[in-house]
Structures are given as structure tokens and as C-alpha cells.
């Protein structure tokens, strides 16, 4: 096999050279890039709220009929946390709570979906939630990317994703990978 170059490139003019060193700089620093790409990502999260989905597209698991009942104990007509009495257990355990609650589902304060952040950087893209359940043990939204089971191993809340299609293996879905994607060839367009 000859190693004789059949095609040979001189690249010639100033406004070429100056796109190609535009672009070389651009991808030695690509924060611009990661940001968009995290704005992206942030974006498509925020929608979830709104159809109740997971990055793979599956419908989120309603919530626990006993949940506005735990909901109505735990919490006062304006929906500020209290002390529940023993009367409200008893009251809970017979099926006479009031099941009410306010908002739907992942929405019933509106705080979780508030504390979603994204940061970025050069090598970089965090995008997360920073609300933790009371006294900081968890992060309110793993519990949900997960989901909980007792320790038995049975399933206690079921996944109802936000981030990833998987939160195993961290794999985005497709909808989500699509849209990097889109993201990062509009950025290489801009740069010639």
C-alpha cells in the first residue's frame, strides 16, 4: 500500500484561516457549547414537570392514594408542615384523612422544580436539583431518579425520572441525545 498523499490541502486566505483559528479556539474552550447544551438539557427537564415523563418517555407512576392523606396529616390548610396528632394517625389508619393536596405530581409546592441548577464550564456540565428533605439527609430529586424500596426490597416510590433514562448507568434518552446532538452541530455551523 503506497503512502503517497493522492490529495493535498493548502489552505489560502485570511478569512479562511481566520474561520479555521475561530473554530480551533472554540473547541479548545468550549464552555459556550456546554452551556447551550446544558440550557438544553435543563429545558427538556422542566418539561418533564409539565407532561409527567421520563427521559425515555414512559408516564411517571401516580402518586399513592395515601399520599394526599399523609399529605392532609402532615401538613395545615395552607399547606406549611406540622406535628400530626395521634388523632390525625388514628384518623389516617381508618381511612377518614381528607385527601387533598394541593398541586400534581412532583409540582405540589413547586420548590423542587425551583431548585433545579445548571453550571458549566470549559470540560463541563452539571445540571441537578439542590432541594434535600428535611434535616439535608437526601436529595429530593435522587429519591425520585431512583425511586425507594424498603428494606426488604420491595419497591416503596417508584422511579419517576427527571435527569437520566437510566440512573444506573447515567444514559440520557433519546430525546435528550437527539437534542445534545442538534445542539452541538449548530454550534460547529456557527463557527465557519
Given at each position: 500500500?503506497?503512502?503517497?498523499?493522492?490529495?493535498?490541502?493548502?489552505?489560502?486566505?485570511?478569512?479562511?484561516?481566520?474561520?479555521?483559528?475561530?473554530?480551533?479556539?472554540?473547541?479548545?474552550?468550549?464552555?459556550?457549547?456546554?452551556?447551550?447544551?446544558?440550557?438544553?438539557?435543563?429545558?427538556n427537564i422542566n418539561i418533564r414537570f409539565d407532561t409527567k415523563t421520563d427521559p425515555s418517555g414512559q408516564r411517571w407512576a401516580p402518586i399513592s392514594a395515601l399520599t394526599p392523606q399523609f399529605y392532609a396529616l402532615t401538613h395545615n390548610s395552607k399547606g406549611q408542615p406540622r406535628k400530626p396528632t395521634k388523632e390525625g394517625w388514628a384518623s389516617l389508619r381508618a381511612g377518614e384523612q381528607d385527601a387533598t393536596m394541593p398541586g400534581t405530581l412532583l409540582i405540589r409546592t413547586g420548590q423542587l422544580r425551583n431548585s433545579l441548577t445548571r453550571?458549566?464550564?470549559?470540560?463541563?456540565?452539571?445540571?441537578?436539583?439542590?432541594?434535600?428533605?428535611?434535616?439535608?439527609?437526601?436529595?429530593?430529586?435522587?429519591?425520585?431518579?431512583?425511586?425507594?424500596?424498603?428494606?426488604?426490597?420491595?419497591?416503596?416510590?417508584?422511579?419517576?425520572?427527571?435527569?437520566?433514562?437510566?440512573?444506573?448507568?447515567?444514559?440520557?434518552?433519546?430525546?435528550?441525545?437527539?437534542?445534545?446532538?442538534?445542539?452541538v452541530d449548530r454550534f460547529l455551523t456557527t463557527l465557519f
Amino acid at each position: 500500500m503506497s503512502t503517497e498523499r493522492l490529495i493535498s490541502i493548502t489552505v489560502s486566505g485570511a478569512e479562511l484561516q481566520a474561520a479555521l483559528d475561530a473554530a480551533v479556539q472554540a473547541l479548545a474552550q468550549p464552555r459556550e457549547l456546554l452551556d447551550s447544551v446544558g440550557a438544553v438539557l435543563q429545558a427538556n427537564i422542566n418539561i418533564r414537570f409539565d407532561t409527567k415523563t421520563d427521559p425515555s418517555g414512559q408516564r411517571w407512576a401516580p402518586i399513592s392514594a395515601l399520599t394526599p392523606q399523609f399529605y392532609a396529616l402532615t401538613h395545615n390548610s395552607k399547606g406549611q408542615p406540622r406535628k400530626p396528632t395521634k388523632e390525625g394517625w388514628a384518623s389516617l389508619r381508618a381511612g377518614e384523612q381528607d385527601a387533598t393536596m394541593p398541586g400534581t405530581l412532583l409540582i405540589r409546592t413547586g420548590q423542587l422544580r425551583n431548585s433545579l441548577t445548571r453550571n458549566s464550564g470549559d470540560d463541563f456540565v452539571d445540571i441537578g436539583f439542590n432541594r434535600a428533605t428535611p434535616g439535608g439527609k437526601w436529595q429530593v430529586a435522587m429519591l425520585h431518579e431512583f425511586g425507594t424500596q424498603t428494606q426488604g426490597g420491595k419497591q416503596k416510590m417508584p422511579r419517576r425520572g427527571l435527569l437520566t433514562a437510566d440512573p444506573q448507568t447515567g444514559r440520557l434518552g433519546g430525546e435528550d441525545t437527539a437534542d445534545v446532538l442538534a445542539e452541538v452541530d449548530r454550534f460547529l455551523t456557527t463557527l465557519f
